[in-house]
C-alpha cells in the first residue's frame, strides 16, 4: 500500500522516509527503542499503514507517543495526529540558530539522548533535518552512477563519507539521529563498495564492503546488511572468491528472511546466486536461481517499500543474468535475444547501464560471428562513451578491439580506429 498523500496524514510518512525507513524497519526500530525506554509499546505494519494512510489518523496511545516523540525528536502534535491538550508534550526550545535548523527536541517521554551516546560531547546539535539533507545527497548519488558511471560517484561519495563521520565525530544529537547517520554510513559504504567494483581499485571496493557490513550489524539492520552482501559477491566473483560469494548468497537469504524482506530484496539475492553459479560453471544452479528469480519478480507489485540500494531488480536484470549464463556456457546466440531484451528494457538516466548493456551485446554478437551487427552496436556504445567514466566499459571495449583487430575488413578496421580514439586519454 502507497502512503497517503492527504495533508497531515503523510507528515508521518515523510519523517519516515527522512530517517531511511520502510514500513517494515520502521517497526523493528520502534520495538527496539521501546525496549531501550522500558516501554511496553509496539506497532505492526499494518497500524503503521493506518497512521500513514487515514484522516484522520488514529490517535497512538500513550506508550506509543513516546517512543515516536524519542525517535523523531518531535511532538506527536507535528506528526500529523491531532492530539488533545492533557497528552501534549512538554517542549523545550534549544536550537534555533540557522546553523542546526532544529525547533525543539521532546523533553520527559521525548529523552534527549545524545548524553548516552557520547558522554562530555560537545559541538552543534543535528536533528532530522540535517539527516534529511545528507540522506538527499546519498540518493543523488545513485544518479549520478547511473548516468556517469562509478567515477565520478566515487568522488561525491568520499566526501559525503567524510562530512558524515565529521558529525557523527563531533556533534550532539540523539540517539536515533546517530543510529539514522550510522545507517546512512552503512549505506554509503555500500555504494563505495560498487563504484570499486566498477572502477577499481578492488581492495578498496571490498574494504568499503566490509566497512557497509560491518556497520549496519551494529546498529541490527538486516536490509543493509544485505545492500552490502549483495555487492560483496560481485566483488568475491571478480576477485576469483568463488567459495566466499556462495557462502555470502546463502547468509543472505538467512538474514532476508530473518527480517521480513520483500520480493525484490530477495530478487536480488537470487540474481546473485545466479552470478556465482554462473561462474562455477554450475549452469543446473543457474537456472535453478533464475527461476526464484522470476518467482520473486512476478511479486515484486506487492512490495511496499523497496531500498533505494535495491531499485535495480527487475526483469532487465534477469534476462541480463539469462544471457551472461548462455555466454558462460559457450552458447552465445542463446545470449543474444536475452541482450537484446535487456537493452531495449532499459530506461533513460541509465546511460551507464545502457552502455554496459550494448558492450554485452557487442561482444556476444561478435562470438556469435555477426561481426558487422557487433560493430554497429559497439558503435552505439562509443557514441555515449565520452560522458561515461568507468573502468570495467573501458576494459570491455579494449577487449573488443583486440578481437576485431585480428578480423581484416573494412568494418572491423574503422571500428578499431573508432575504439583507439575513444579511449584514448579516457580511464585506464
Known sequence: MADSGVSGVSRLAGLRKAAGYTQVTFAAAFAREAARLGIDASVSVRQLRRWEGESPPPLPHPGQQAVLEAMFGLPLAEMGFDVPPHRRSTIERIGDDGEVKRR???TGSGVIAAATVLPEQHGPRVGASEVAALRTRLVDLYAVDHRSGGIPAKAR?????QEITQVLSRS???SRVGRDLQAM???LHSNQAWYGYDSGPLGQARTAAVEALTAAQLIDDGLLQLSALETLVLIDIKADRLWEAASAVEHAYG???RNGAGPTVHLVIA???ANVATYAGDTTAACRALSRALSYQGRADTDVDVPDWARFAGP????YATADMYVR???PRRAVPFLRAAVDGLAGGYARNTAWYRSKLACTLLDAGEVEEACAEMGGVLDAYGEIKSDRLTHRVDAFRETVTAIDTAVTRDMSVRIREATQGGCS
Open 185 to 187: 554510513l552503512s549505506e
Open 316 to 319: 532487465i536484470e534477469i534476462d
Open 157 to 161: 561519495a568520499q566526501q559525503l563519507e
Open 329 to 331: 556456457a559457450g552458447e
Open 104 to 106: 525543539a527536541f521532546v
Open 255 to 257: 538474514v532476508a528472511g
Open 172 to 174: 550532539v544529537y540523539t
Open 271 to 273: 540474481l546473485r546466486e
